[in-house]
Nanobody, 114 residues
Framework: QVQLVESGGDLVQPGGSLRLSCAAT????????MRWYRQTPGNQRELVAT???????FYADSVKGRFTISRDNAKNTMYLQMNSLKPEDTAVYYC????????WGQGTQVTVSS
């Protein structure tokens, strides 16, 4: 069974930075699409960023210019570099990957607060 494990979430001051990691139990070359989502209590899960096998990237308008999605195939890991964090970025961040089925990690909490 494919597993995805997020890490890197933390409490950070506004304007600070974090790098989230999503480690897969198999080669991420098998995943055509990998994504980061986020969710706050009472809200729907929101797509944050997407990266394809071909290296094409897409970002939600709310994070453009601040977040960078990347993947390291040798390490079987996807990353989300988050800079200039705002309180509105506070959420549980989830890794998602497509390999026939859609796989999800358990999430990592990001809290941006002074």
């Amino acid at each position: 069974q494919v597993q995805l494990v997020e890490s890197g979430g933390d409490l950070v001051q506004p304007g600070g930075s974090l790098r989230l990691s999503c480690a897969a139990t198999r080669s991420i070359l098998s995943f055509n699409v990998m994504r980061w989502y986020r969710q706050t209590p009472g809200n729907q899960r929101e797509l944050v960023a997407t990266i394809t096998t071909g290296g094409n990237v897409f970002y939600a308008d709310s994070v453009k210019g601040r977040f960078t999605i990347s993947r390291d195939n040798a390490k079987n890991t996807m990353y989300l570099q988050m800079n200039s964090l705002k309180p509105e970025d506070t959420a549980v961040y989830y890794c998602n990957a497509i390999y026939g089925l859609s796989y999800w990690g358990q999430g990592t909490q990001v809290t941006v607060s002074s």
